[in-house]
């Protein structure tokens, strides 16, 4: 059994609503197995330049937690959505690479293909004054 993941952007008062109808919040999303606040502390930790440490997982806040952990969406951290917005192109292909060789990815390119789309959402998330959330379903 896997952890489902998607990452989506959206106002607080409605970010719950992913639970009930997720494809409301199309096309501001993107779909992965697998990813969790562990592996996103861990970009984050990159992110600052930082070491990875258990602290870096609370900056994550539960909006919705279902079924005793088994149904979540967390708000990535307002400072870390406007870094990933921040990032070049090239700035993005070295974090990408740190990252797969920090966590145990499948490959550089999903990786890299991951944080494209994180890059994506946040300056989507700016552009529109709103936030991005990882949904994760057990």
Known sequence: M??????FV???AVAHQYVENP???????ADYKGMTTSEL???WALLQGVEWEMGLL??????????????????FP???????????????QL???KWYEADEFESPELC????????????????????VYLFNLV
């Open 58 to 75: 609370d900056e994550f806040e539960i909006v919705v937690n279902e079924d005793e952990g088994e149904c979540t969406i967390e708000r």
């Open 41 to 43: 502390s861990g970009l």
């Open 10 to 12: 959206a106002r607080d």
């Open 23 to 29: 494809t409301m919040f199309d096309p501001d999303s």
């Open 95 to 97: 974090i990408a690479q």
């Open 112 to 131: 890299a293909e991951i944080l494209a789309d994180l890059v994506r959402l946040a300056r989507r998330a700016l552009e529109t004054r709103q936030n």
């Open 2 to 7: 896997g952890v489902h993941a998607n990452f």
């Open 78 to 92: 307002g400072p870390m959505v406007s870094a990933l917005a921040d990032l070049s192109a090239q700035q993005a």
